[in-house]
């Protein structure tokens, strides 16, 4: 029995759909093989780069061990070079303060031998000191040392007379306007500067 006209459009209908569908499925099966290919690729990249990473960090660790021993021998070395600066440093402050304990025992004895001398001597004997004068501005010091500021007792203008009570060698011991006490002798001269 032959077709009849709408039985023959179901038919052409229905084969397009399934063509349709088949060209859909192959679609769908095109792109997820391409898909899966992209991903294969990006996975096998990244094997790659941490394969790279794992090999440049085993040389990383290498370098900064043989570094860290590097660094270990310069904090050896800094630690023994920090050993003898400090220790040179004890040694000098030792040595400032026997210095000036030795300066202080000095000025002591100097002290009672002036004290005897003046006892000893009576009237204008009793004198025996003499007189100089001060050729730059100097500090007056209670101590023969200029360690500190503190032991500063006044200040003595250039060309100021002051009467010698003893020379201690870089020291020497003065009176001035009734003060005791010490200046560097480099800045003592018998001839005062402005009478030049």
Do not use: H
């Not at 179901?10 to 899966?36: D, G, P």
């Not at 570094?67 to 920090?82: G, L």
């Amino acid at each position: 029995m032959p077709e009849t006209r709408d039985e023959e459009i179901k038919r052409i209908v229905e084969n397009r759909r399934r063509n349709a569908e088949i060209k859909r499925a192959e679609q769908i099966k095109k792109r997820n093989m391409t898909l899966a290919g992209i991903a294969g690729v990006v996975i096998l990249l990244i094997l790659i780069i941490i394969i790279g990473v794992s090999c440049s960090s085993k040389k990383s660790n290498k370098s900064a061990k043989e570094t860290t021993a590097e660094a270990t021998t310069v904090e050896v070395t800094t630690v023994e070079v920090t050993t003898v600066v400090e220790t040179t440093t004890v040694e000098e402050t030792t040595n400032k303060k026997n210095a000036a304990a030795e300066t202080t025992v000095k000025a002591v004895e100097t002290t009672k031998t002036e004290n005897q001398s003046e006892s000893a001597t009576t009237g204008d004997n009793a004198s025996a000191s003499t007189s100089m004068y001060t050729n730059d501005g100097v500090n007056l010091r209670s101590e023969a040392s200029t360690d500190s500021s503190d032991n500063v007792v006044t200040t003595i203008e250039k060309g100021e007379k002051v009467e010698v009570l003893s020379n201690e060698g870089d020291w020497t011991r003065i009176k001035y306007n009734g003060k005791t006490g010490y200046v560097a002798t480099r800045f003592l001269s018998e001839k005062n500067v402005y009478d030049e």
